[in-house]
């Protein structure tokens, strides 16, 4: 694993804005992300996407219609066609200006200050995303010194075989719905730094067998205060949570 020891035990665990402060503002908008550094989170968790211009563009669904006043699919969309949307409204009129942001825009403004969760969302839709990212990471000038403070995942584990392959460095992670067989454990610990089981999997038991495997232990999405604590008393490396001012006791 090649997922820095003392960064995990000096914040464990680490403090993971899902889309920003989600619980309180709409999902990956800059407004989310600046309230979720307000509210003290060590990571902001942020889903990737590739325009029909193909830049990185940050955003959960593949659709725009949930959250925000596009339709259809996003990958039909230019940046600058998406820049026209209003990506706030639909969570309360207050964020009508926010816009869909990209993932340059999200690296520029927060990266000096907190770390970088990034989820490569549905990769079989984008051919070359990773390359795409890799690329992305690597024109930072602060690469080598802040490098630790990204991190990238996705439910998509031949997606992050690619991405690691193509950046050794930076810490990947595979998320998980689903029961686990050892075998497949085996398979992703040869690549991957942590493993992302969803909360309502999540045990001891498979806390341990992760572990076993030499990888770090996340969990999402944790919107209950007392069910921190507990994650908390169990040591897991990493807490995803909509709501990043729960992690305070
Ligand atoms: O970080 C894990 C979580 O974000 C994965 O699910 O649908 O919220 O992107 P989703
Ligand atoms: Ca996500």
């Known amino acids: 694993s090649n997922f820095p020891d003392n960064f995990t035990m000096q914040h464990s665990p680490l403090k993971i804005g899902h889309r920003g402060a989600s619980g309180y503002c709409p999902e990956n908008t800059m407004a989310s992300y600046y309230k979720a550094i307000e509210l003290g989170a060590d990571f902001l968790e942020v889903d990737i996407h590739l325009s029909k211009d193909g830049i990185l563009v940050v955003h959960h669904d593949s659709t ?53 969760l990034i989820e490569i969302k549905h990769p079989s839709l984008y051919p070359g995303i990773e390359k795409k990212l890799a690329e992305e990471l690597s024109k930072r000038e602060d690469y080598t010194s802040d490098k630790k403070r990204i991190l990238v995942h996705s439910f998509d584990m031949e997606s992050m075989k690619r991405f690691h392959q193509l950046m050794p460095d930076i810490p990947v992670g595979v998320l998980i719905k689903r029961r686990i067989s050892d075998q497949k454990l085996k398979e992703i610990a040869e690549f991957a730094s942590f493993l992302n089981p969803k909360q309502t999997i999540l045990s001891t038991k498979l806390q341990m067998r992760i572990q076993e495997q030499g990888m770090k232990v996340f969990t999402w999405t ?28």
Not at 231 to 241: C, N, Q
Request: net charge negative; glycine share 6%; charged share 35%.
């Open 222 to 249: 944790v919107n209950n205060k007392k069910q921190i604590h507990m994650l908390k008393k169990m040591k897991l490396d990493g807490i995803i949570s909509d709501f990043p001012d729960y992690f305070i006791d």
């Open 64 to 116: 725009l219609d949930r959250t925000t006043n596009g339709k259809g699919n996003l990958r039909d969309y230019t940046v600058a066609e998406l820049k026209e949307l209003d990506a706030g409204s639909w969570f309360h009129a207050r964020f009508k200006d926010e816009r869909v942001p990209l993932l340059s825009e999200i690296l520029e403004n927060f990266r000096s200050e907190v770390g970088i």
